[in-house]
């Protein structure tokens, strides 16, 4: 049998030296746990752009249909901002949702008991916290049509429009109550159904998908708004929380500061099974691109390495070693190994990108 196939997108700003430690990684599970991938690497986002005048080329989006899994870094930066809308290096990554059909994003927010006291919230509140949020990738307003800014009278008006079909609603809601089963078999489900009709029809179609085929499930439903406020209020009243596109947009990156760092969160973007049984799969860190400190090797590449912690757990069914990455991880946290982006002490000397991969690596080495 073949190796499973990894497509590796860097991207821009820091994603190209985050993706490095991750390589590694990859590496090390090939050699010490006899779980080699074959790897290849192409552009994304504006790195693709500058070499293709697109953020991403035909061959490049083709590939990404036929690997095991893809793993992308970050997309985006100021060199690119004046760019139209069609070739931003954003559009790349919106074009990869869309077309693998990504529809079920989980993204998890959890904090390291390590890493407690670096949130903005009282340690209390947020110390233990692992929630999930399941957002919606591939519809409502990033996605519905009409769209664009048009003449109207003397004015411009710029238009989106919030569409979700109700078969949209019930495959994310099925991925979302399958996750609770295997954590704590609860799902809060988050709209704004007092004054949206896509509101409505999503939480009638979460009610009944629940009735219907999960009703062993905790379900229970929230306007968004409310939502963000019981998120910084207490967050461990939640488990899974599903919610669509631009809600989850929002309330993910709220909920990953609750950790104390956006540099510390994975997320995983899920699609159909393929035919080999896996679904189809890309793996990417919460954060973005930084393009303030790309280049000076002071980022932290954990998302990134949890990322494709998340890949062995839900591409190539190895949950455990998917926890042995993540405890060394821990370890490294424990042990006080911090990169910039994690230091509150004065005095407490930073240590690089590529010095936190090595700190991994030891410890994954250490715990064999
Ligand atoms: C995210 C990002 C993206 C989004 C951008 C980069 C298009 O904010 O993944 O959360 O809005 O979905
Ligand atoms: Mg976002």
Not at 102 to 110: E, G, I, M, S, T
Not at 337 to 355: F, I, N
Request: proline share 5%.
């Amino acid at each position: 049998m073949s190796n499973p196939s990894l497509l590796i997108l860097p991207g821009d700003g820091i994603g190209p030296e985050v993706m490095a430690e991750v390589r590694k990684i990859i590496d090390w599970f090939g050699a010490k746990r006899g779980l080699a991938f074959d790897v290849e690497e192409d552009l994304v986002g504006g790195a693709a752009y500058d070499r293709h005048g697109t953020p991403l080329a035909d061959e490049t989006m083709a590939r990404a249909q036929e690997v095991d899994a893809v793993l992308l870094g970050a997309v985006g930066g100021p060199k690119y901002d004046d760019l139209d809308f069609s070739v931003k290096p954003e559009r790349g990554l919106l074009r990869l949702r869309k077309e693998m059909d990504l529809f079920a994003n989980l993204r998890p927010a959890v904090c390291f008991d390590a890493l407690a006291d670096f949130s903005s919230l009282k340690r209390e509140v947020v110390a233990g916290l692992d929630i999930i949020i399941v957002r919606e990738l591939t519809s409502g307003i990033y996605f519905g049509e009409p769209r664009g800014i048009f003449e109207e009278g003397n004015e411009r008006v710029g238009i989106n429009t919030q569409r979700y079909t109700e078969s949209e609603i019930d495959r994310v809601a099925r991925a979302a109550f399958e996750l609770a089963r295997k954590r704590g078999n609860k799902v809060c489900s988050m709209e704004k159904a007092n004054v949206m009709e896509s509101g409505i029809l999503w939480r009638e179609v979460v009610q009944k998908v629940h009735d219907e085929d999960y009703p062993d499930v905790e379900l229970s439903h929230m306007y968004a708004d409310n939502g963000a406020m019981q998120l910084v209020r207490n967050p461990k009243q939640f488990d899974v929380i599903v919610t669509d596109n631009l809600f989850g947009d929002i309330l993910s990156d709220a909920a990953a500061m609750l950790t104390g760092s956006l540099g510390m969160l994975p997320s995983a973007s899920l699609g159909a099974p393929m035919e080999n049984g896996r679904p189809k799969a890309l793996y990417e860190p919460v954060h973005g691109s930084a393009p303030d400190i790309a280049g000076q090797g002071k980022a932290n590449p954990i998302a990134c390495i949890l990322s494709f912690a998340m890949a062995l757990r839900y591409s190539f069914d190895q949950g455990g070693e998917a926890d042995r990455l993540e405890a060394a991880v821990n370890k490294v946290l424990a042990d006080g190994v911090r990169t910039a982006d994690l230091l509150a002490q004065e005095g407490v000397e930073p240590v690089s990108t590529a010095q936190m991969g090595d700190a991994i690596l030891a410890a994954l080495d250490a715990g064999l």
